[in-house]
């Protein structure tokens, strides 16, 4: 077994468990550091495949800004620690039905379709030509998206701030 080869199956048996942890975790919390250690191990099987700039997107966009949301709204939720709220799934039995039959779904396509690999090497680097391109061609949609990405946090922090004041006020 090539150092390659024992690098994949690592990083992969890494992602898979990851990922298992994070929909059988009861709590929410450690849920979510687990989705990130699934996130960076995905990072590294994107390094394997030399896809450094994916690689590098993976873990700005996913690790870096959405699990961060996601930990912001679990941590901001006052009712998520009461004695009183549920952090079971109830259709277990329905969910392990879709995963099988998703999964058989996608190993027939898997086991049908061919995947052809080229021999041919890249043109032009591709991190250079991404960052020409986001910055001639696509400026105004990168700086748009940017906006409105910008905008929806100034919103749900203007949200939470309401509702901490509406609280505050119902409470004394």
């Keep these: 077994m090539t150092p390659y080869s024992l690098a994949f199956y690592l990083i992969s048996f890494v992602a898979v468990v990851a990922a298992l942890f994070v929909v059988t975790m009861r709590n929410i919390f450690h849920s979510a550091l687990c989705l990130i250690l699934a996130f960076f191990a995905l990072a590294g099987l994107f390094v394997l495949l030399e896809a450094e700039f994916v690689a590098v997107a993976q873990v700005l966009i996913y690790v870096g800004a959405i699990t961060i949301l996601i930990l912001f709204g679990i941590m901001l939720t006052h009712r998520l620690t009461d004695k009183g709220v549920r952090q079971a799934s109830e259709g277990r039995f329905i969910s392990l039905i879709v995963v099988l039959v998703l999964g058989a779904l996608i190993s027939i396509v898997l086991r049908a379709t061919r995947f052809p690999v080229s021999s041919e090497e890249v043109a032009h680097p591709a991190i250079p030509y991404l960052g020409k391109l986001l910055m001639t061609q696509y400026l105004w949609p990168f700086e748009v998206v940017s906006v409105l990405l910008l905008v929806a946090l100034v919103g ?9 004041v509406i609280r505050k006020k119902a409470g004394g």
């Design 156 to 164: 749900a922090i203007v949200i939470a701030a309401k509702d901490e």
